[in-house]
């Protein structure tokens, strides 16, 4: 299923094909996988689920890369393979391709001109705010919670997309659904479609909402050299500072520079084993062809039905059809994984008796000012190095990625301090957001740490009566438990939490930041090395 949907058809470009698209060995992390695409593409991170929708994007031109980006890279070095030199220059005309091809008309537009684009995504960032405390306001007005005031002035009102609607946004898509028979993609087109209006209805809630309520806007979110501390706008007198603005900027420009990074790591690892190949080939005598079939293609087995059934039931909540009808999408997934794992192989083989410098260096992450801000907290308070999670209890990567935590920082006792903060994804995971406040009345009764490790040991039995369960188990005050869960009585900080999440560009769970790093490597080597690296910068700082 496309990642993108759209109204109308438009023209793709034309790929250049490598040789062999070999990918370098590249441990991207654990993250929370949220949907299996119908097209089979790898999961990925998902945007933030939000109390509201998002407005749409207004469509835009497909900006061009400025004529003065290859000749800045030109000179750069990249990789040396063989005493064979890959420069900036010879890459960046496959990374334009790429990049223009992506749906992310952001991306896109970062990649054109990344000083415009920061300066519109702060106006965006701005606006964005301003609306989620407009909503806020409104819903304290009437009583309900910002998730209650969404679903009665928005969710309730979308009406039931039609036949003939469905069948339109069907033809509009054709280009990227491929082959897919409409049936096999009606949910997703369904949804779709709801999203549309859900837009439209959003726009127009915000509308009627600056007529009702007092919005101000006292300076330039783009101007220069503003003071710490300066009041942007204000919605009924409660103030939106700059530092918001900033430190969501930081975030946002460097997940666009760190997919603007991956594609050109991507294309970098894909010529240096083209190079690779074609040695090879030369060295036994055959074509370049003939080392991809033997070593690749001719190795890729038909997936057993267990391990299609495995794949549909671990993925089931988020795949819109039956077993039957994800089939093929499951069959072409699990084949790509053993694709990908052969090609990792076959690059690792070839690189082990070549001579390979690589010089690209990944985009050094900002240091946000991430809050603790009341978070579970352990280790010393003073220690040197603080890691604060944004965590989902339901989140099968969260789970994974906690035994590894628990592991790592073992070696260092008290001289880090760990700290979890809550983002459930209350759209994906139905008892997410009642696991955290669970964990939250658990750390009231000052069993935090040891009642999420029944959440995590046991991420399929999170409703109330499991959660009570666990209570029970851990001697806690069950009538004070009970009462401050039924009650909602820790909802005001899940919403704190996941409004800072939200400013420090927090879209996956987890995420973890190291003294305000974002962490990019979730295996335990890439934990470890992240501390080591927040210990030696906290060591420069010292006097």
Same mark, same amino acid.
């Given at each position: 299923?496309?990642?993108?949907?759209?109204?109308?058809?438009?023209?793709?470009?034309?790929?250049?094909?490598?040789?062999?698209?070999?990918?370098?060995?590249?441990?991207?992390?654990?993250?929370?996988?949220?949907?299996?695409?119908?097209?089979?593409?790898?999961?990925?991170?998902?945007?933030?689920?939000?109390?509201?929708?998002?407005?749409?994007?207004?469509?835009?031109?497909?900006?061009?890369?400025?004529?003065?980006?290859?000749?800045?890279?030109?000179?750069?070095?990249?990789?040396?393979?063989?005493?064979?030199?890959?420069?900036?220059?010879?890459?960046?005309?496959?990374?334009?391709?790429?990049?223009?091809?992506?749906?992310?008309?952001?991306?896109?537009?970062?990649?054109?001109?990344?000083?415009?684009?920061?300066?519109?995504?702060?106006?965006?960032?701005?606006?964005?705010?301003?609306?989620? !405390?407009?909503?806020?306001?409104?819903?304290?007005?009437?009583?309900?919670?910002?998730?209650?005031?969404?679903?009665?002035?928005?969710?309730?009102?979308?009406?039931?997309?039609?036949?003939?609607?469905?069948?339109?946004?069907?033809?509009?898509? /054709?280009?990227?659904?491929?082959?897919?028979?409409?049936?096999?993609?009606?949910?997703?087109?369904?949804?779709?479609?709801?999203?549309?209006?859900?837009?439209?209805?959003?726009?127009?809630?915000?509308? /009627? $909402?600056?007529?009702?309520?007092?919005?101000?806007?006292?300076?330039?979110?783009?101007?220069?050299?503003?003071?710490?501390?300066?009041? $942007?706008?204000?919605?009924?007198?409660?103030?939106?500072?700059?530092?918001?603005?900033?430190?969501?900027?930081?975030?946002?420009?460097?997940? !666009?520079?760190?997919?603007?990074?991956?594609?050109?790591?991507?294309?970098?690892?894909?010529?240096?084993?083209?190079?690779?190949?074609?040695?090879?080939?030369?060295? =036994?005598?055959?074509?370049?062809?003939?080392?991809? /079939?033997?070593?690749?293609?001719?190795?890729?087995?038909?997936?057993?039905?267990?391990?299609?059934?495995? !794949?549909?039931?671990?993925?089931?909540?988020?795949?819109?059809?039956?077993?039957?009808?994800?089939?093929?999408? $499951?069959?072409?997934?699990?084949?790509?994984?053993?694709?990908?794992?052969?090609?990792?192989? !076959?690059?690792?083989?070839?690189?082990?008796?070549?001579?390979?410098?690589?010089?690209?260096?990944?985009?050094?992450?900002? $240091?946000?000012?991430?809050?603790?801000?009341?978070?579970?907290?352990?280790?010393? #308070?003073?220690?040197?190095?603080?890691?604060?999670?944004?965590?989902?209890?339901?989140?099968?990567?969260?789970?994974?990625?906690?035994?590894?935590?628990?592991?790592?920082?073992?070696?260092?006792?008290?001289?880090? /301090?760990?700290?979890? =903060?809550?983002?459930?994804?209350?759209?994906?995971?139905?008892?997410?957001?009642?696991?955290?406040?669970?964990?939250?009345?658990?750390?009231?009764?000052?069993?935090?740490?040891?009642?999420?490790?029944?959440?995590?040991?046991?991420?399929?039995?999170?409703?109330?009566?499991?959660?009570?369960?666990?209570?029970?188990?851990?001697?806690?005050?069950?009538?004070?438990?009970?009462?401050?869960?039924?009650?909602?009585?820790?909802?005001?900080?899940?919403?704190?939490?996941?409004?800072?999440?939200?400013?420090?560009?927090?879209?996956?769970? #987890?995420?973890?930041?190291?003294?305000?790093?974002?962490?990019?490597?979730?295996?335990?080597?890439?934990?470890?090395?992240?501390?080591?690296?927040?210990?030696?910068?906290?060591?420069?700082?010292? #006097?």
């Amino acid at each position: 299923m496309p990642r993108t949907l759209r109204r109308t058809r438009r023209p793709r470009s034309q790929q250049k094909v490598a040789i062999m698209n070999l990918r370098g060995i590249n441990v991207a992390g654990i993250i929370c996988v949220i949907a299996l695409s119908l097209a089979a593409q790898t999961p990925r991170r998902r945007t933030t689920p939000a109390t509201k929708p998002a407005p749409a994007a207004k469509p835009t031109p497909t900006p061009q890369p400025t004529p003065s980006q290859p000749a800045e890279l030109a000179p750069v070095t990249l990789a040396v393979v063989n005493d064979v030199t890959i420069s900036a220059s010879d890459i960046e005309d496959q990374v334009s391709a790429v990049i223009l091809r992506d749906p992310d008309t952001y991306l896109r537009a970062y990649y054109a001109d990344p000083q415009k684009e920061t300066r519109e995504s702060r106006q965006r960032a701005l606006d964005a705010r301003i609306n989620s !405390l407009l909503i806020a306001a409104e819903a304290r007005k009437r009583g309900k919670s910002s998730d209650q005031l969404v679903e009665t002035e928005i969710n309730s009102r979308i009406p039931a997309p039609t036949e003939p609607e469905i069948k339109a946004a069907y033809d509009a898509n /054709r280009d990227q659904i491929g082959s897919a028979n409409l049936e096999s993609v009606r949910a997703e087109l369904i949804n779709f479609i709801r999203n549309e209006r859900s837009q439209e209805l959003y726009v127009a809630l915000i509308n /009627r $909402l600056k007529m009702t309520n007092a919005v101000n806007k006292s300076a330039d979110v783009n101007a220069t050299n503003l003071p710490p501390g300066t009041v $942007l706008a204000a919605v009924n007198g409660e103030p939106l500072r700059v530092e918001t603005i900033n430190e969501r900027t930081k975030a946002y420009v460097y997940k !666009l520079e760190m997919r603007i990074y991956a594609v050109r790591k991507g294309v970098l690892d894909r010529r240096i084993n083209d190079l690779l190949i074609v040695a090879e080939a030369n060295k =036994r005598k055959v074509g370049p062809e003939d080392i991809v /079939r033997t070593e690749i293609t001719d190795k890729i087995t038909q997936p057993t039905e267990a391990q299609i059934s495995k !794949l549909y039931e671990d993925n089931k909540a988020n795949i819109k059809t039956d077993l039957a009808g994800a089939r093929t999408s $499951l069959v072409t997934y699990l084949q790509q994984q053993q694709q990908e794992k052969l090609e990792a192989a !076959l690059a690792e083989k070839l690189r082990a008796g070549t001579k390979v410098q690589i010089f690209m260096k990944e985009p050094d992450p900002p $240091l946000l000012n991430v809050g603790i801000a009341g978070g579970a907290t352990r280790g010393d #308070p003073n220690a040197a190095v603080t890691i604060i999670e944004f965590t989902d209890f339901q989140c099968a990567a969260c789970g994974a990625m906690y035994p590894v935590v628990e592991d790592v920082l073992k070696a260092y006792g008290n001289r880090v /301090r760990f700290v979890i =903060r809550n983002f459930p994804l209350t759209q994906v995971h139905a008892n997410a957001f009642h696991a955290a406040q669970a964990a939250e009345a658990a750390k009231a009764q000052g069993k935090f740490w040891e009642y999420i490790d029944f959440m995590f040991k046991n991420q399929t039995a999170l409703d109330d009566d499991s959660l009570k369960k666990y209570a029970t188990q851990l001697l806690l005050d069950r009538k004070r438990f009970d009462a401050e869960l039924e009650a909602g009585k820790y909802e005001p900080v899940l919403r704190r939490d996941m409004e800072d999440g939200e400013v420090y560009g927090v879209e996956a769970t #987890p995420t973890f930041f190291i003294n305000g790093a974002i962490l990019t490597d979730y295996s335990a080597d890439g934990l470890r090395a992240a501390i080591e690296k927040a210990f030696a910068r906290a060591g420069k700082r010292q #006097p």
